[in-house]
């Protein structure tokens, strides 16, 4: 693997980090948003990875993973949460509470939010590590060069 290749795929996965952190914040602001333009409740939203480049199976059977190299994340997608429901509270003085009375808000957990989000800032800080890892390799070849 080439030394700007480890730039590279550091690089993304600190692109990548950075969006769903962004993601998680959207989360978080509207966590009281009962109305959006649609006029249903903010859904919570689901950030997905894949690698830039996968190695399809029968070329690992094959042997020829050998000639694969890394190439770092992206994003695949961003998804509304249809797996959990809205939080329905009672508060019939609210003014999109149904004729019962309850208002239905976002799916958005807090606590949820915020443990993705110390995963995101972690996943960050790895790749951060990565990447200072490989400037420092850069350096010494740099100096032993020059010797």
């Known amino acids: 693997m080439g030394l700007f290749q480890s730039f590279d795929i550091s690089a993304s996965g600190m692109t990548a980090e950075r969006f769903r952190t962004d993601i998680i914040a959207q989360n978080i602001a509207n966590v009281n948003t009962t109305r959006t333009e649609d006029g249903t409740p903010y859904r919570r939203k689901v950030v997905t990875f894949a690698e830039k480049r996968s190695t399809p199976f029968s ?4 042997g020829q993973y050998r000639r694969f190299k890394g190439t770092g994340v992206k994003v695949t997608s961003v998804k509304d949460d249809t797996t959990s429901d809205y939080i329905m509270e009672y508060d019939p003085a609210h003014p999109d509470a149904d004729e019962n009375g309850y208002v239905s808000y976002p799916n958005v957990n ?4 915020m443990t993705n989000l110390i995963d995101a800032s972690r996943g960050y800080e790895a790749n951060a590590t990565a990447f ?3 400037k ?9 060069g020059k010797n």
Request: aromatic fraction near 0%; charged fraction near 20%; proline fraction near 0%.
């Open 136 to 144: 420092a390799i850069a350096q010494a070849g740099i100096q032993i």
């Open 132 to 134: 200072e890892a490989s």
């Open 59 to 62: 070329e690992c059977l094959e």
């Open 110 to 113: 807090i606590v949820t939010e």
